[in-house]
Each structure stands twice: as C-alpha cells, then as structure tokens.
C-alpha cells in the first residue's frame, strides 16, 4: 500500500488525515502547530519535525495550506516535496488557490519526476471530518488511475474535471463563486425575516424543504438562527480569500460577477467587524444596521 502524507493539519488537513489513517494508509504529517501535530499523533499519524520528512516517507503527499505562496513554498522551496519525494511520486493540491498559481507550479515541477494532482475540494469541515469531500480533480488519467484509491479515502465523489493543471482550481473558482452568492442572499433574507417579525425556525422550515433549499444555505441559516457564529467549522477568512479567487479569475478572463462581486464586499465586511467568526457571522453586520436579530 502506499504511503501518505498531509502538509498543513488544520480543519480540513486534518480530516484528510483522519480518512487515510481509517483506510490503512501509512500517514505523516506536519503542521507549523505543535498541537495540530499532538492531535495527529493521537490519532495514530506519524508526526514529522518538517516538510521534508514528509516528502521523504511517501508516495502521496495532500498539500492543504491557506494560499499560493504557501502552496509554493511547501512544494517548490528548497525543501519542497518537488525535491524530496521519489520520482513517480504525487503532489495532490487540495488547498484553493488561483487557477494561474497551480498553472506556475507544474511549470516548475517540469523534469522533477513528482506529479502534480490540481484537486482543490468541497464540503468545508464536515466533509473533510466525515471522508465525503467532493474532489475536482485534473491531471493525466494515468496519474489519477494510480493515485485513485488515496483520493477515495477522503472523498465521495471523485470528478475529473481536466487533465491541465490549473483547471481544478478554475472550477472550485467557478463554485466559489455560486456559493458566496447562496450564502449572502441567505445572509440577507434572514434579517429581512427579523425585521418583519418572521421566527426563524418558520423562515427555516420554509426555506430548507423548498426549491431554495441547499446544504450550504439550510446550514448557514440553522447557525444563524441558533446564534452559532464561531467554531462551526468555516471560518470566514476563508470563504473571503475563496471569493477574491473567483473575482480574479473573472478579472482575467473579463467575465463580470456582479453578484459574486457584491458577495465579496459582504464577507469583507464580515471579516473585517468580526475576524473569529464563521461565514454567517456576515449576518450580524446586516443585523446591526437594521437593528434586528433572528433567532429560533
């Protein structure tokens, strides 16, 4: 069986570590945290003291870091898994970043001998926790019939987006941008429904069991409506950076995401009055303008 490895052990990280530790995989792991690396030992995992450790003992190494530059260092830096893994191996980018960065760091994995596997993910914390991630998967289909079994233990669903590199990315960037839209709207149709006097448990009733109702909207307005801001499993640092992604994109491209881009502005707003909370704590920016909150 191969062995594995996880770059960054955060929420998500973490989960994907878990999954391949319950499907028999040999896993090691480092995190800049020595208690995310604690938690991994407990687990079972193989802490490391570095990245290359990690990139030595295996033959398929998760990067789920917070950005580009952060992706590059661990992959491409000095001691980056392009040159302490064994040549065969593969690199599977799970992190989001920008479409154009993934593109710059295949080009310069270019004669390594390691794979690059451009996956970014889907599902947040509960997704990640629970092994039923959503993968976006582009690399050669060779490369993904090799690797398949390590991405079936953290996924449900395994889709083959592309075999370009960067084109993973593309995708999330396009959902992204389809889930920052539900999200404000939810958001905002919430606090319509305090200032009018509706309950919240109506308005859920209501909206989870119609033709508006979806996972990441049902959810969002449950935390709402039970106040659950912090520590739901979805920061809004980075549903934020999710959504300067797509706008990026839709900037290069010179696509306009009129909807997307008012998302944006909404979740900055957010991250900036409440940088610790959760994506609906947008909600209560909405709240404190008009004077009213929903509760159950």
């Known amino acids: 069986m191969m062995k594995t490895g996880v770059i960054g052990l955060g929420d998500m990280g973490s989960g994907l570590a878990k999954n391949l530790l319950k499907n028999g995989f040999d896993t090691t792991g480092y995190d800049l945290d020595n208690k995310r690396l604690d938690a ?9 003291s570095n990245q290359v ?4 003992n295996s033959d398929a190494v998760f990067v789920m870091v917070m950005n580009g530059d952060e992706a590059k260092s661990v992959i491409l830096g000095p001691d980056g898994l392009a040159n302490t893994m064994a040549k065969g191996g593969a690199v599977l980018l799970t992190a989001t970043i920008k479409p154009h960065e993934a593109q710059e760091i295949a080009d310069a994995m270019v004669g390594t001998g390691v794979h690059l596997i451009d996956s970014p993910v889907s599902g947040g914390f509960p997704g990640a926790q629970n092994g039923t991630l959503t993968l976006m998967a582009s690399a050669p289909d060779e490369v993904l ?3 398949e079994a390590v991405m079936r233990a953290v996924s449900a669903n395994i889709h083959r987006v592309d075999t370009r590199p960067g084109m993973g990315q593309t995708v999330k960037a396009c959902l992204q941008s389809l889930i ?5 709207a939810t958001f905002e149709a919430s ?3 305090a200032k009018a006097g509706v309950s919240g448990e109506a308005l859920y009733n209501v909206v989870s ?10 959810t969002a307005l449950e935390n709402i409506i039970d106040r659950k801001f ?5 920061h809004i640092n980075t549903m934020h950076k999710d959504l300067t992604i797509s706008l990026d994109l839709a900037e290069r491209l010179g696509v306009p995401l009129h909807t997307a881009s008012t998302a944006m502005q909404l979740f900055h707003a957010g991250k900036s009055k409440y940088p610790q909370g959760d994506n ?8 404190d303008i008009v004077g009213a909150e929903l509760h159950r």
């Open 40 to 48: 991994f030992s407990a687990m079972g995992g193989k802490a490391a």
């Open 53 to 56: 450790e990690v990139g030595k």
């Open 145 to 147: 019939d090799r690797f």
């Open 180 to 184: 920052g839209s539900i999200f404000s």
């Open 191 to 193: 606090v319509l429904a």
């Open 209 to 218: 069991t119609s033709s508006a109702g979806c996972g990441c909207g049902n």
């Open 230 to 234: 912090v520590k739901t499993g979805s």
């Open 280 to 287: 609906q704590v947008v909600t209560r920016v909405i709240e």
